[in-house]
């Protein structure tokens, strides 16, 4: 851990001499941005949180220690128009298994506003019939289960990517697969930098800038369906979001609304 590394270089060498004097001097002087920082507070108050849960030490040496302030109001995630995310799902081809599939997937992405991770690692069985619905059962990070009932648009691409792929019945494998040397679909389940690459392939395809990738699906989702008329109550429990503040992050409803209040400076 690069903490401690820093700690033996500065002579601290026993857990009896990291005190938070220690660790507000490590903090301070680290060169990451604030947000990298942050994190590694956070990764050092966890350790030793479990070190004294494990009665190692008597205290948490870190709990006291302030991290750099860092206030975010509007995510960086590059997001979509509405008509642009269409756009791109009506110029993929659908005459091939895999465009068959990259269609669900990035249809998936923009209708469950789900992380590409949890799309990676849906399995087939994981999109199932709940009544006369079909749902998607998305394993998030941190172990979570989160269910999702399908958009019509998902369960119509969802519906013709397992039917072209014949896999419907193999419930327990991978639901989007990677592909061999002549295109045909393997047992292996795609990795995130698979679709990451699909993605930006799709997107020159279609002419978008080409900072879109995987999570402009989350935030062009989100963008969408607060535009609708949706609440963010709502869409943090689509999203899994802990707190609204972070699925804030990912409206960009008021950008038009900006431009068009900037315009009004008659110079």
Same mark, same amino acid.
């Given at each position: 851990?690069?903490?401690f590394a820093w700690c033996e270089k500065h002579r601290v060498h026993t857990l009896e001499q990291i005190k938070p004097v220690v660790i507000a001097a490590y903090i301070e002087n680290h060169p990451a941005a604030a947000p990298t920082v942050k994190q590694h507070l956070a990764a050092i108050r966890m350790l030793f949180d479990f070190l004294v849960t494990?009665?190692?030490?008597?205290?948490?040496p870190a709990a006291?220690?302030?991290?750099p302030k860092y206030v975010v109001k509007r995510g960086k995630t590059p997001v979509l128009t509405?008509?642009? @995310?269409?756009?791109?799902?009506?110029?993929?081809k659908t005459d091939s298994v895999v465009g068959v599939r990259d269609r669900a997937i990035i249809g998936l992405m923009c209708?469950?506003?789900?992380?590409?991770?949890?799309? &990676?690692?849906?399995?087939?069985?994981?999109?199932?019939?709940?009544?006369?619905?079909?749902?998607? $059962?998305?394993?998030?990070?941190?172990?979570?289960?989160?269910? +999702?009932?399908?958009?019509?648009?998902?369960?119509?691409?969802? =519906?013709?990517y397992l039917e072209s792929a014949g896999i419907r019945e193999e419930k327990k494998s991978p639901l989007f697969r990677s592909v061999?040397?002549?295109? $045909?679909?393997?047992?292996?389940?795609?990795? $995130?930098? =698979?679709?990451?690459?699909? +993605?930006?392939?799709? @997107?020159?395809?279609?002419?978008?800038?080409?900072? &879109?990738?995987?999570h402009t699906f989350?935030?062009?989702?989100?963008? @969408?369906?607060?535009?609708?008329?949706?609440?963010?109550?709502?869409?943090?429990?689509? @999203?899994?979001?802990?707190s609204p503040r972070t699925t804030k992050l990912y409206d960009r409803t008021?950008?038009?609304?900006?431009? =068009?209040?900037?315009? $009004?400076?008659a110079i």
């Open positions: 851990m690069q903490f494990a009665q190692v030490i008597p205290m948490n006291s220690v302030r991290g509405a008509h642009e @995310a269409r756009e791109l799902l009506d110029s993929i209708y469950t506003f789900a992380r590409v991770s949890a799309v &990676t690692n849906l399995r087939v069985d994981d999109y199932y019939l709940v009544g006369k619905r079909q749902w998607i $059962r998305l394993h998030e990070k941190g172990g979570k289960e989160h269910f +999702v009932p399908a958009h019509h648009h998902a369960e119509e691409y969802l =519906d013709a061999d040397n002549r295109r $045909r679909l393997t047992a292996n389940p795609m990795a $995130r930098t =698979d679709v990451l690459r699909m +993605v930006k392939r799709r @997107a020159k395809g279609a002419g978008l800038p080409s900072s &879109t990738c995987c989350r935030a062009t989702g989100i963008t @969408a369906y607060l535009e609708n008329g949706g609440t963010i109550e709502n869409a943090q429990l689509i @999203a899994a979001h802990e008021g950008d038009e609304i900006t431009l =068009d209040e900037v315009e $009004r400076i």
